[in-house]
């Protein structure tokens, strides 16, 4: 059974950073796309980053494009999401995510992590 395990999350203050993981021991990570999600209360899932398969296709929202940076190492099945410049309005709960088809949409992915809480506060 594929598990995706993320791990990283907790308290910060507005402006400072944390580094999420994503560790897919028993997924064949060479052959997914590697994304990441968050949803925060009354809201939908939202896209926010994705690497492809070969690690060389970098994908970003908007929301995220020049704070958020998403990296993948192989021999450790681990994928890594970045946060800089955190905002109180990242505050959500976040999910990797391991897939083949389109990149920014949820439905397309098939194994999804249990999620990890990031809270920023002001």
């Known amino acids: 059974q594929v598990q995706l395990v993320e791990s990283g999350g907790g308290l910060v203050q507005a402006g400072g950073s944390l580094r999420l993981s994503c560790a897919a021991p028993?997924?064949?990570?060479?052959?997914?796309?590697m994304g990441w999600f968050r949803q925060a209360p009354g809201k939908e899932r939202e896209f926010l980053a994705a690497?492809?398969?070969?690690?060389?296709?970098?994908f970003y929202s908007d929301s995220v494009k020049g704070r958020f940076t998403i990296s993948r190492d192989y021999v450790k099945s681990t994928t890594y999401l970045q946060m800089n410049s955190l905002k109180v309005e990242d505050t959500a709960v976040y999910y990797c995510?391991?897939?083949?088809?389109?990149?920014?949409?949820?439905?397309?992915?098939?194994?999804w992590g249990q999620g990890t809480q990031v809270t920023v506060s002001s």
């Open positions: 995510a391991a897939g083949s088809g389109s990149y920014s949409r949820a439905r397309d992915y098939d194994y």
């Open positions: 028993r997924l064949t990570f060479s052959r997914n796309t």
């Open positions: 690497i492809s398969s070969s690690g060389l296709g970098l």
